[in-house]
C-alpha cells in the first residue's frame, strides 16, 4: 500500500518524528493482524517498522534521525510510503555474529527463543547496531550471557552496563 505523508513531530520524550498512517491503510494491516512492516520512504531507503497507536485513533510510524538525514528531511517535509507485510522472523535483520553465538550456547538460545518478539528485537538490535563485526561478536556474547546469568529476564539498566564493556 503507498501514501504520502508528512513527517511530523510528537514533541515528547517518548517519541519524536514520525509519519501518519492513514486509517486505510492501517486498517488494511491490522485487519490482517500484521504490525510490523517494511517501509519504503521515497523509493530508496527501506525499513523494517511497527504501524504503532497514538491511542486517539491515528497510527504511525516513528522515523529515525539517521533515515531523516539520509534523506533530508525535516519537520513538514513530504514523503512517499510503500508499506508491505514483514515476512521476516524477527522484524529487523538478524546478525549473523548473534546467530552463530546462539548456534553455539543451546542454553542461551533456549532463553532467547523464550522472550516477548519485542524483547527479541531489542536484543536483536543491540547486538546489530554497531559496525565493526567483532564489536557485533563481543555484542553477541554479552547479550547471550545475559540472559543465561539473569536465567532468561532482561535487567536493562545492568545489560546496558554491560554492553558499555564492549564500546
Known amino acids: 500500500m503507498e501514501f504520502t505523508a508528512c513527517i511530523e513531530n510528537f514533541n515528547t520524550r517518548l517519541w519524536s518524528y514520525?509519519?501518519?498512517?492513514?486509517?486505510?491503510v492501517a486498517n488494511h494491516f491490522l485487519e490482517q493482524e500484521v504490525k510490523r512492516v517494511v517501509c519504503t520512504l521515497n523509493k530508496t531507503v527501506e525499513l523494517q517498522?511497527?504501524?504503532?497507536?497514538?491511542?486517539?485513533?491515528?497510527?504511525?510510524?516513528?522515523?529515525?534521525?539517521?533515515?531523516?538525514?539520509?534523506?533530508?528531511?525535516?519537520?513538514?517535509?513530504?514523503?512517499?510510503?510503500?508499506?508491505?507485510?514483514?515476512?521476516?522472523?524477527?522484524g529487523l535483520p538478524f546478525p549473523a555474529e548473534l546467530a552463530e553465538?546462539?548456534?553455539?550456547?543451546?542454553?542461551?538460545?533456549d532463553y532467547f527463543y523464550k522472550l516477548t518478539p519485542g524483547k527479541q528485537r531489542n536484543l536483536i538490535y543491540a547486538a546489530g547496531q554497531v559496525k565493526n563485526p567483532d564489536l557485533r561478536i563481543q555484542r553477541a556474547m554479552v547479550l547471550?550471557?545475559?540472559?543465561k546469568k539473569n536465567k532468561g529476564k532482561i535487567d536493562f539498566k545492568q545489560l546496558c552496563a554491560e554492553l558499555k564493556t564492549t564500546s
Not at 553465538?101 to 538460545?109: I, S, T, W
Not at 547471550?144 to 540472559?147: G, Y
Open 101 to 109: 553465538v546462539m548456534e553455539q550456547d543451546k542454553v542461551g538460545r
Open 144 to 147: 547471550v550471557e545475559h540472559l
Open 49 to 90: 517498522c511497527a504501524i504503532m497507536p497514538a491511542g486517539d485513533g491515528m497510527y504511525f510510524i516513528l522515523i529515525n534521525k539517521k533515515i531523516r538525514d539520509q534523506l533530508n528531511l525535516k519537520e513538514g517535509s513530504k514523503v512517499e510510503v510503500r508499506l508491505e507485510k514483514d515476512e521476516s522472523e524477527f
Open 18 to 24: 514520525h509519519l501518519k498512517v492513514p486509517n486505510l
